[in-house]
């Protein structure tokens, strides 16, 4: 606490020069005044009522100690502090200044500076009384000081705020006349111990002055001082004995009502009731009680519902039904007032003369309505307790009728949700049904209808035949999107649509989308950029799949809308991890045109379902209008969202913000082991082929180096020579004297076979790629490489290699495993795949046998061993599903060794594919089956692959 003051002083000596003397040393403490006798020094006095008074103790005419006794005997200066200014040094003379009241003495001759520190430490104490004054003034506790025998010598204005009794009024009471008859005296009774241990504190009880009680709280302690006084400080604890009390109500209710919670949902209504009653009676200490039913209306009908437990000890009459009426006194009243009605008066009790013959005497009566929808539909009431019915057991019997309404609320509505639920369920599976359905009758079809085109384009066709097949197939590709796209939107609509959460490399995801558009760019004259912005994580935790499918539907919007130009592809860190209160990453990815445009008042309908921004009668570009809202409904999926900017025939920017958690690096790509792979770099930096080098030796290759093309030349012949080829050659475009495109030329003019190439540049789309394909080109990177970058496009450049390998061998029709032949078990029920994939296998090492469903599947299974079994998961007669865990028992029960199942459905739903994993499949294979695919997945479930 702050308190502004300025002292007043005043100087009384008859002697001038004593006064010149202190002028100057206190007159920086405060306001100076001055006199020259007792006589004035009063009259002074009263006048400024000074805080300090320097008194002279030897004045002629009413010397220093009469005055002093004067001012002490005077209301108006009695509280002003005297200091002595003497020259006399007796003992008796300083002992009859103190016990004047004067509070020291100063002897002459004067020292100003001693005059000065004792002036400034008794303001410095005033000054401490005033704020210790202040605060007892506006503490919120109350303040009493006493002497031994209770009576009140002080207060402050808290204890008249909360007595209601004046301070004059106070200062003539005693202690004992604050506290009501039930507190016995407290503060009395504990005064002697008090005194003997200076310090007590307990609770007690109050009285006002207009007889109201409250609790307090008291503290007192003792002090010697004066003859001895007691100080005591008081709190009012009405509200929080109030909020305690309520807190304990409430807390009784809630243990007694937590069972009946728990047990509400598997207890029939009756038994509710029952449980209920039984807790109010218990809660209100009552003796009996009864709930009764009401047929609520202008005649409100109330029949007794259910007794509380142990009425027959009380009352003879306990059938249900026993009384009927529709004047029964205190319950009507409760129903048409829809409030809790007391009558605790049993001369007065209304209800008493409508009881029945071998009713229990009812004396005292409480009664609550329980509503539904503003009507009474059920009565809780209680009766003679023993004591009157007061505001807690009104409280108590209101807050249980509260909890029961909620109860039954809350049953009604968990009944109703669990219809609503049912009904969704039923719906969600019906729509499901059809999705799936649709999606075996559309996919079905669409295999024979593609593969027939796959097959036709691989024969020996005319110019104009070969047209036909390729128009028929385009079309055939075209409507395998739009299926696709829709069906992809029906399982995104229906919930169906789950995504994953495993770890995955942005860039590798960006270079695959880039590499799958990189044809259809460069065969309409465009140039695709790509960027990734540094701060990027590694490794993502996300959906790489759909995530790629944004990608696929944003960059095939551009290249159907650009005609000439450039479309970049970028990624940049909108928000770091650090950054962000949830640990996540913020990535925005934009795809920019230089298109057509989309005008301005379509831009609020993008992305709504089968809309274009072209929508005229010509509709040159064609499509479903759907590539667009999926993608707009994945990244809103994925927590993000996205945002269009364009100009008409300028061009056409879409930019998504997706979070992202960053990954740790994924098992599935964790770095190689290289040994014994021998690895040629051609470079003409000696600090690229560093880094290179250590990157792969890293992982154990085998490296050698070479510093230009004509170095690379030799070194890959004497490779040749001494059998020893490289398996990959990481090759820099641009060198001196030879380039990396002319190396190659220069390589392939020899007649050597393909060599496989890793390509290094630092152009984004490099112009030499596309013929470099034709000569041993796998796969290029973009300076500056990065490690994990770099080891995985090697790793990716030898799988790919190897698969070409698997591939060529399969469809040698020499080459044979130990035992024979590949056998292979083909199940479908539709012909036409049977025939599609039969002239697909055409040519290779395989045994093809055939099945119409699951059941001639299992016999034939039985008659002959296969090395795989293509299982269609749709059948009639036995269905795929129940074929393969049919086929695993057996497998289980008999010892027989495990066999591969790879699911052929037209079904692309993740629950499907996961249907397909528990039934005992090893893979999954969406229809239309496509002859690459087919012979890649071939590979890896072929006889030499499964011996390594």
């Known amino acids: 606490m702050t308190i502004t003051w300025k002292p007043k002083i005043l100087l009384v000596d008859d002697d001038p020069i004593v006064i010149r003397c202190l002028m100057p040393i206190l007159v920086d403490l405060g306001t100076l005044h001055y006199a020259a006798n007792g006589q004035a020094a009063i009259a002074m006095a009263r006048e400024k009522q000074?805080?300090?008074?320097?008194?002279?103790?030897?004045?002629?005419?009413?010397?220093?100690?009469?005055?002093?006794?004067?001012?002490?005997?005077?209301?108006?200066?009695?509280?002003?502090?005297?200091?002595?200014?003497?020259?006399q040094?007796?003992?008796?003379?300083?002992?009859?200044?103190?016990?004047?009241?004067?509070?020291?003495?100063?002897?002459?001759?004067?020292?100003?500076?001693?005059?000065?520190?004792?002036?400034?430490?008794?303001?410095?104490?005033?000054?401490?009384?005033?704020?210790?004054?202040?605060?007892?003034?506006?503490?919120?506790?109350?303040?009493?000081?006493?002497?031994?025998?209770?009576?009140?010598?002080?207060?402050?204005?808290?204890?008249?705020?909360?007595?209601?009794?004046?301070?004059?009024?106070?200062?003539?009471?005693?202690?004992?006349?604050?506290?009501?008859?039930?507190?016995?005296?407290?503060?009395?009774?504990?005064?002697?111990?008090?005194?003997?241990?200076?310090?007590?504190?307990?609770?007690?009880?109050?009285?006002?002055?207009?007889?109201?009680?409250?609790?307090?709280?008291?503290?007192?302690?003792?002090?010697?001082?004066?003859?001895?006084?007691?100080?005591?400080?008081?709190?009012?604890?009405?509200?929080?004995?109030?909020?305690?009390t309520y807190k304990l109500v409430n807390e009784q209710r809630i243990r007694s009502l937590l069972e009946l919670h728990r047990e509400a949902p598997s207890l029939p209504e009756p038994e509710l009731h029952r449980r209920a009653l039984n807790l109010a009676v218990k809660a209100t200490g009552s003796?009996?009680?009864?709930?009764?039913?009401?047929?609520d209306g202008d005649d409100p009908r109330i029949r007794i519902g259910t007794w509380s437990d142990g009425v027959h000890q009380h009352c003879r009459v306990v059938q249900e039904n026993h009384h009927v009426h529709s004047q029964t006194g205190v319950w009507l009243e409760t129903v048409r007032a829809r409030r809790t009605v007391v009558q605790n008066d049993r001369h007065n009790l209304t209800m008493g003369n409508n009881c029945p013959k071998g009713h229990i005497p009812i004396f005292r009566h409480m009664s609550t309505p329980i509503l539904n929808d503003g009507l009474a539909i059920l009565v809780i009431g209680v009766a003679n307790k023993e004591v009157p019915y007061d505001d807690n057991d009104v409280l108590q019997l209101e807050l249980i009728a509260e909890d029961v309404q909620k109860i039954m609320m809350r049953l009604q509505a968990e009944d109703g949700l669990k219809k609503a639920r049912q009904q969704a369920e039923e719906a969600s599976r019906a729509k499901s049904d059809f999705l799936a359905n649709m999606s075996h009758e559309i996919r079905t079809p669409m295999n024979a209808i593609l593969g027939m085109a796959d097959l036709l384009?691989?024969?020996?066709?005319?110019?104009?035949?070969?047209?036909?097949?390729?128009?028929?197939?385009?079309?055939?590709?075209?409507?395998?999107?739009?299926?696709?796209?829709?069906?992809?939107?029906?399982?995104?609509?229906?919930?169906?649509?789950?995504?994953?959460?495993i770890p995955f490399s942005l860039a590798d995801e960006m270079n695959v989308v880039r590499d799958i558009m990189a044809l259809r760019v460069s065969t309409k004259g465009l140039q695709l950029l790509m960027k990734i912005y540094p701060g990027i994580p590694e490794f993502l935790l996300g959906d790489p799949t759909r995530l790629r499918q944004i990608f696929l539907n944003l960059?095939?919007?551009?290249?159907?809308?650009?005609?000439?130009?450039?479309?970049?592809?970028?990624?940049?860190?909108?928000?770091?991890?650090?950054?962000?209160?949830?640990?996540?990453?913020?990535?925005?990815?934009?795809?920019?045109?230089?298109?057509?445009?989309?005008?301005?008042?379509?831009?609020?309908?993008?992305?709504?379902?089968?809309?274009?921004?072209d929508s005229s009668v010509t509709r040159r570009f064609g499509g479903t209008g759907l590539g667009l809202a999926i993608v707009k409904k994945l990244v809103e999926k994925m927590g993000g969202q996205i945002r269009v900017e364009s100009h008409l025939g300028m061009g056409t920017t879409f930019t998504c913000t997706i979070p992202f958690t960053p990954g740790d690096l994924p098992v599935s790509i964790s770095p190689p082991d290289l040994s014994g792979v021998r690895l040629l770099v051609v470079d003409d930096h000696e600090s690229n082929r560093l880094v290179f080098r250590e990157y792969l030796q890293q992982v154990h290759a085998e490296v050698d180096e070479a510093i230009d093309g004509v170095e690379a030349l030799k070194m890959m012949e004497d490779a040749l020579t001494n059998a020893r080829p490289y398996r990959l050659v990481l090759l820099d475009m641009h060198m001196p004297t030879l380039s990396g495109f002319q190396m190659l030329e220069q390589w392939h003019a020899t007649c050597h076979a393909n060599l496989p190439i890793l390509i290094l540049t630092s152009e984004e789309q490099d112009p030499e790629m596309q013929p470099g394909r034709a000569m041993g080109v796998v796969h290029y990177l973009t300076k500056p490489i990065r490690r994990t970058d770099l080891i995985r496009a090697v790793q990716d450049s030898l799988r790919l290699v190897q698969k070409r390998a698997s591939a060529a061998m399969l469809a040698d029709p020499k080459i044979k495993d130990d035992s024979g032949y590949w056998r292979i078990l083909l199940v479908d029920d539709s012909e036409e795949n049977r025939m599609?994939?039969?002239?697909?296998?055409?040519?290779?090492?395989?045994?093809?046998?055939?099945?119409?469903?699951?059941l001639i599947a299992l016999d034939k299974m039985r008659q002959h061993s296969f090395d795989l079994v293509l299982m269609d998961m749709r059948m009639p007669e036995m269905d795929g599903y129940t074929a393969t865990q049919a086929w695993r028992r057996i497998e289980r029960e008999e010892g027989l060794p495990r066999v591969s199942i790879v699911a052929l459905t037209a079904n692309a739903l993740q629950e499907d594919i996961a249907q397909c994993l528990e039934a005992g499949c090893d893979l999954h294979i969406a229809k239309p089956v496509r002859k690459k695919a087919l012979l890649e997945m071939l590979t890896h479930f072929s006889p030499s692959r499964r011996r390594q």
């Not at 104009?464 to 299926?483: D, P």
């Not at 991890?577 to 990535?587: E, H, L, M, N, R």
């Not at 599609?836 to 699951?854: D, S, V």
């Open 50 to 87: 000074p805080d300090i008074i320097l008194l002279d103790a030897q004045m002629p005419g009413m010397d220093g100690f009469d005055t002093c006794a004067a001012l002490k005997a005077d209301q108006v200066t009695k509280d002003a502090s005297v200091i002595f200014l003497t020259a």
């Open 89 to 244: 040094t007796d003992i008796d003379s300083e002992t009859r200044g103190l016990e004047l009241g004067a509070i020291d003495f100063i002897h002459k001759p004067i020292s100003p500076p001693l005059v000065r520190v004792r002036v400034q430490n008794h303001l410095q104490m005033k000054m401490r009384e005033m704020q210790h004054e202040a605060a007892l003034a506006t503490s919120g506790d109350g303040f009493l000081m006493m002497d031994l025998n209770g009576k009140i010598l002080e207060v402050n204005s808290t204890v008249c705020q909360m007595s209601g009794f004046s301070r004059t009024e106070l200062l003539g009471m005693n202690v004992a006349d604050l506290e009501t008859s039930g507190a016995n005296d407290a503060m009395m009774l504990r005064i002697p111990q008090v005194i003997r241990e200076g310090f007590d504190r307990f609770e007690t009880r109050h009285r006002r002055k207009d007889g109201n009680v409250f609790d307090v709280e008291v503290s007192v302690s003792f002090s010697p001082v004066s003859g001895g006084r007691l100080f005591s400080f008081s709190r009012d604890i009405s509200e929080r004995r109030l909020a305690e």
């Open 287 to 295: 003796k009996v009680g009864c709930l009764h039913l009401v047929d």
């Open 457 to 501: 384009w691989e024969s020996e066709l005319e110019s104009e035949q070969r047209k036909f097949v390729q128009v028929f197939r385009s079309a055939g590709e075209n409507l395998l999107g739009i299926i696709n796209d829709v069906l992809d939107l029906s399982k995104i609509e229906a919930g169906h649509l789950s995504l994953e959460s």
């Open 555 to 613: 960059l095939s919007n551009a290249v159907k809308f650009t005609e000439s130009g450039t479309i970049r592809f970028e990624a940049k860190c909108e928000t770091s991890a650090k950054d962000s209160t949830d640990g996540q990453v913020s990535i925005s990815f934009s795809v920019e045109d230089t298109g057509i445009g989309i005008p301005t008042e379509r831009l609020a309908t993008i992305f709504d379902n089968f809309v274009q921004a």
């Open 836 to 854: 599609i994939i039969k002239a697909y296998l055409n040519h290779t090492a395989i045994e093809l046998h055939m099945a119409e469903n699951g």
